[in-house]
């Protein structure tokens, strides 16, 4: 017989809110290498990578990170429906009083950047920090009702 852990909502959230400040910052370099290959006229990276036998444009590398960010809010995606349909069962109260339109909110919020907005960099950039603050705001109210966390 398998005996599993509860999760720990709030954990649960911190790990989900430190994948997005990382994912936030995987965007912002995203951006910056385009804004820094749109100011130049010749793409310095490209020659550079050219020279060692691998050929390399700086909107490639801005690509890499954007598919890093788009697996990121993916896997987040994934935590924030598990910790949905959790805490709908083990603490109904809770969900249905605070939790339920946070959640979603922050559903619709990564979802919209995934369908929408991966493109627009900047817009996904402020939608990602509202995301984050969603999960602040939820942090809280779950340490509020001191369900978890209890003795360190």
Do not use: C
């Amino acid at each position: 017989m398998l005996l599993f852990r509860k999760p720990d909502p709030i954990k649960v959230l911190e790990r989900e809110a430190n994948r997005l400040n990382i994912a936030l910052g995987k965007l912002m370099t995203a951006h910056n290498i385009v804004e820094r290959a749109r100011r130049e006229r010749v793409d310095k990276f490209l020659i550079q990578t050219a020279l060692t036998g691998v050929p390399l444009s700086s909107r490639d590398l801005a690509n890499i990170y954007i598919s890093s960010v788009v697996k990121d809010l993916k896997k987040t995606l994934v935590s924030i429906n598990k910790l949905d349909n959790y805490l709908k069962t083990h603490y109904p109260t809770i969900y249905y009083t605070h939790a339920r339109n946070r959640l979603d909110e922050l559903n619709n919020i990564l979802s919209r950047i995934l369908e929408r907005y991966i493109d627009n960099v900047e817009r996904s950039i402020e939608l990602l920090t509202i995301a984050i603050s969603r999960i602040k705001e939820l942090e809280t109210i779950l340490a509020s009702h001191r369900l978890w966390k209890t003795g360190g």
